[in-house]
């Protein structure tokens, strides 16, 4: 599975974004899907994922109210729409795919990973 990450962009506070993952190869449908973001200085952390049957999605407690992750399994895309952008979201955002169902919050369940598209919100 080969992942692209896109829609990066540098934004003031309180405005949106809308970061797009387009995943090439088979089985797409029944890959768990998520987000993650590394800010300078910073390690990679979660975000929020989206199960394969797109019923259930977890978000990290910071973007919670802010941002949603959906699928779109007929274009093998998914999507993170992030809303009311803060200076704290700054970072390169990473999609990453997993053929495991559990723990989606770590890193080392994901066997795939985008190249990353940068999030800059100035203040």
């Known amino acids: 599975v080969q992942l692209q990450a896109s829609g990066g962009g540098l934004v003031q506070a309180g405005g949106s974004l809308r970061l797009s993952c387009e995943a090439s190869g088979p089985n797409f449908s029944t890959l768990l899907m998520g987000w993650f973001r590394q800010a300078p200085g910073k390690e990679r952390d979660f975000v929020a994922a989206v199960h394969w049957t797109g019923v259930k999605s977890y978000y990290e407690d910071s973007v919670k109210g802010r941002f949603t992750i959906s699928r779109d399994d007929a274009k093998n895309m998914v999507y993170l729409q992030m809303n009311n952008l803060t200076p704290e979201d700054t970072a390169v955002y990473y999609c990453?795919?997993?053929?495991?169902?559990?723990?989606?919050?770590?890193?080392?369940?994901?066997?795939?990973w985008g190249q990353g598209t940068l999030v800059t919100v100035s203040s």
């Open positions: 990453a795919a997993s053929s495991k169902w559990y723990s989606p919050s770590r890193s080392d369940v994901y066997d795939y």
